[in-house]
T-cell receptor, first 115, second 115 residues
Framework: EPEVTQTPSHQVTQMGQEVILRCVPISNHLYFYWYRQILGQKVEFLVSFYNNEISEKSEIFDDQFSVERPDGSNFTLKIRSTKLEDSAMYFC?????????????FGPGTRLTVL | KNQVEQSPQSLIILEGKNCTLQCNYTVSPFSNLRWYKQDTGRGPVSLTIMTFSENTKSNGRYTATLDADTKQSSLHITASQLSDSASYICVVSGYYGGSQGNLIFGKGTKLSVKP
């Protein structure tokens, strides 16, 4: 069964460094998402992406964050200058359609630790 | 403010027993409500999705109910198994139409099934 994959599973970085989290969505899906989950807290929406552009983003998704679909298979989240509070699990998700309601399939997550 | 509240926060039951998890939401406008299962360190996996016109939906031993008037939902698990140990997250989509649904997550109920 097709699934969303994410790499790396765990990323450790120094504060101020740039990180790129990678995701391979399910191949025939059109909508892509990033979420984060700080340890012990609820999952939070970051951004959605469709047709090679951001369709919606939350307040969390500030200028430090960017997303890209560099080729036909990968979907990346870049954090330009990491802060301690960026430490969290980052989940990528994809869905075949956006409306009227979209079943989103989540990847296993990347645990980001900022030291 | 759009919110999703779940109870209880945690629950311990014996293998083979049934249990019911609760979800209250204040999201408006309402599009659909989902229940996800999240194993520790993994991404959420969809169990059910219900629109406002659906009162109940089953997926194997999982049965979700929805009362759109009182803005309440429940997830009933029958004949629990050890593998049911996980967090169960209620998620409400508050966006109807448009290009995607911004999902609002509850904090989850952590279920532990003991032998």
């Amino acid at each position: 069964e097709p699934e969303v994959t994410q790499t790396p599973s765990h990323q450790v970085t120094q504060m101020g460094q740039e990180v790129i989290l990678r995701c391979v969505p399910i191949s025939n899906h059109l909508y892509f998402y990033w979420y984060r989950q700080i340890l012990g807290q609820k999952v939070e929406f970051l951004v959605s992406f469709y047709n090679n552009e951001i369709s919606e983003k939350s307040e969390i998704f500030d200028d430090q964050f960017s997303v890209e679909r560099p080729d036909g298979s990968n979907f990346t989240l870049k954090i330009r200058s990491t802060k301690l509070e960026d430490s969290a699990m980052y989940f990528c998700a994809s869905s075949p359609a956006g409306i009227p309601y979209n079943e989103q399939f989540f990847g296993p997550g990347t645990r980001l630790t900022v030291l | 403010k759009n919110q999703v509240e779940q109870s209880p926060q945690s629950l311990i039951i014996l293998e083979g027993k049934n249990c019911t998890l609760q979800c209250n939401y204040t999201v408006s406008p309402f599009s659909n409500l989902r229940w996800y299962k999240q194993d520790t360190g993994r991404g959420p996996v969809s169990l059910t999705i219900m629109t406002f016109s659906e009162n109940t939906k089953s997926n194997g031993r999982y049965t979700a109910t929805l009362d759109a008037d009182t803005k309440q939902s429940s997830l009933h698990i029958t004949a629990s198994q050890l593998s049911d140990s996980a967090s169960y997250i209620c998620v409400v989509s508050g966006y109807y139409g448009g290009s995607q649904g911004n999902l609002i997550f509850g904090k989850g109920t952590k279920l532990s099934v003991k032998p």
